[in-house]
């Protein structure tokens, strides 16, 4: 399995960014797709993940500025990022979580830098 991000750069406060990742390989019909932050000198963070089976989960520190949406026949996950502030400067990594009989196998993307602005 690879993940391929793209979508960050650089962008003022306030502003937005959407963030896509393309999964190719087999990610089976069981799995959670997402995205996870690090900022410079701290550890890496969930910001959003969504499941194959339905539901959303949300990271504190995005929450009520960021949506996240699959689309399963294209094994693409989408990271919409609203009213974008200068602590949300870090490298989004795109994560899936594969789950099968044997167990559950995580694969990450090569991360997208987003870098906000005042």
């Known amino acids: 399995v690879q993940l391929q991000a793209s979508g960050g750069g650089l962008v003022q406060a306030g502003g937005s960014l959407r963030l896509s990742c393309a999964a190719s390989g087999n990610i089976g019909s069981v799995n959670v797709m997402g995205w996870a932050r690090q900022a410079p000198g701290k550890q890496r963070e969930l910001v959003a993940s969504?499941?194959?089976?339905?539901?959303?989960n949300y990271g504190d520190s995005l929450k009520g500025r960021v949506t996240i949406s699959r689309d399963n026949a294209k094994n693409t996950v989408l990271l919409q990022l609203n009213n974008l502030k200068p602590d949300d400067t870090a490298v989004y990594y795109c994560n899936v979580a594969v789950v099968t009989s044997t167990g559950v196998s995580d694969y990450w993307g090569q991360g997208t830098k987003v870098t906000v602005s005042s």
């Open positions: 969504v499941p194959s089976r339905g539901g959303v």
